[in-house]
T-cell receptor, first 111, second 112 residues
Framework: SQQGEEDPQALSIQEGENATMNCSYK?????LQWYRQNSGRGLVHLIL?????REKHSGRLRVTLDTSKKSSSLLITASRAADTASYFC???????????FGTGTRLTVIP | SQTIHQWPATLVQPVGSPLSLECTVE??????LYWYRQAAGRGLQLLFY??????ISSEVPQNLSASRPQDRQFILSSKKLLLSDSGFYLC???????????FGSGTRLTVV
């Protein structure tokens, strides 16, 4: 499969803790993106990291990319109950016309 | 600003009935348009994408078809629904092929 694989499939943490989700992929990419999906809703784009970037920040989000290991991580710091959602990585593969989405990590933040 | 509209939000249809889901984008021109399906608790499966009016690419052989009659309108159709067509259908657009996607709010289709 060309899809990214998120790990873990589910994560439950206490409010205030940090949450780390990982994504692995198989082929060469132009960029990797992270999305969030609240239950029963559409996905929301969070952050895009290009293949020549190693780290990117956006508010409480920190994304890293290791192209040698074909992996990325999403860190949410100081989590809040409102961060409860599913998080997906998506890869823009070289030569492809669309993004390939992983199966997601279900994050639950307990107040 | 750009917005994307997808409707209806929920739909219950009998097996063998036709389907038409519509998606429109506002505030941009010549968007790339996508239809995805998401099974319960699963990732997204690309069904169709379009980079220009009248041009449709299909990723998965199935009971569905797509059309782009206008630049900012993307329609997902079926002549006869199957039980296996049930799922959460998402429309999305992007400025460029590898750019970030903006998703619609989705349509929950239940075929009974």
């Amino acid at each position: 499969s060309q899809q990214g694989e998120e790990d873990p499939q589910a994560l439950s943490i206490q409010e205030g803790e940090n949450a780390t989700m990982n994504c692995s992929y198989k082929t060469s990419i132009n960029n990797l993106q992270w999305y969030r999906q609240n239950s029963g809703r559409g996905l929301v784009h969070l952050i895009l990291i290009r293949s020549n970037e190693r780290e990117k920040h956006s508010g409480r989000l920190r994304v890293t990319l290791d192209t040698s290991k074909k992996s990325s991580s999403l860190l949410i710091t100081a989590s809040r109950a409102a961060d409860t959602a599913s998080y997906f990585c998506a890869t823009d593969l070289t030569g492809a016309n669309n993004l390939f989405f992983g199966t997601g990590t279900r994050l639950t933040v307990i107040p | 600003s750009q917005t994307i509209h997808q409707w209806p939000a929920t739909l219950v249809q009998p097996v063998g009935s036709p389907l038409s889901l519509e998606c429109t984008v506002e505030g941009t021109s010549n968007p790339n348009l996508y239809w995805y399906r998401q099974a319960a608790g699963r990732g997204l499966q690309l069904l169709f994408y379009s980079v220009a009016i009248g041009q449709i690419s299909s990723e998965v052989p199935q009971n569905l078809s797509a059309s782009r009659p206008q630049d900012r309108q993307f329609i997902l159709s079926s002549k006869k629904l199957l039980l296996s067509d049930s799922g959460f259908y998402l429309c999305a657009w992007s400025v460029s092929v590898g750019g970030g996607y903006t998703f619609g709010s989705g349509t929950r289709l239940t075929v009974v």
